[in-house]
């Protein structure tokens, strides 16, 4: 998914990552609608564009510190770490 917002940010990203909107809502970036507004590093910002592309690409999170509540900017806009991939991995790896 390709989503631009009115102050300039955007995001490719994957259909379920998750941003904020301006009540810090999670919402799927496939949810969106345009004139959403979304928690930005420099205030709220508008959805002026949200688009599904046809790229397939690995998608990965990553581990943030302790006490972060998962969330951090990407290109400026707040997301959240769902931390799947890790727990995968641990339901996976760690099974008999």
Not at 7 to 30: P, R, S
């Amino acid at each position: 998914w390709k989503l631009k917002l009115s102050n300039g940010y955007e995001l490719e990203c994957a259909d379920d990552h998750i941003v904020f909107d301006n009540n810090m809502n999670e919402v799927f970036v496939k949810d969106l609608m345009l004139g959403d507004r979304l928690k930005t590093d420099n205030g709220y910002a508008i959805v002026v564009s949200v688009e599904k592309t046809e790229r397939i690409e690995s998608m990965y999170d990553f581990e943030l510190i302790e006490n972060s509540d998962r969330r951090y900017y990407t290109n400026g806009i707040l997301s959240h770490n769902t931390e799947l991939a890790k727990q995968l991995s641990k339901y996976l790896f760690n099974s008999e």
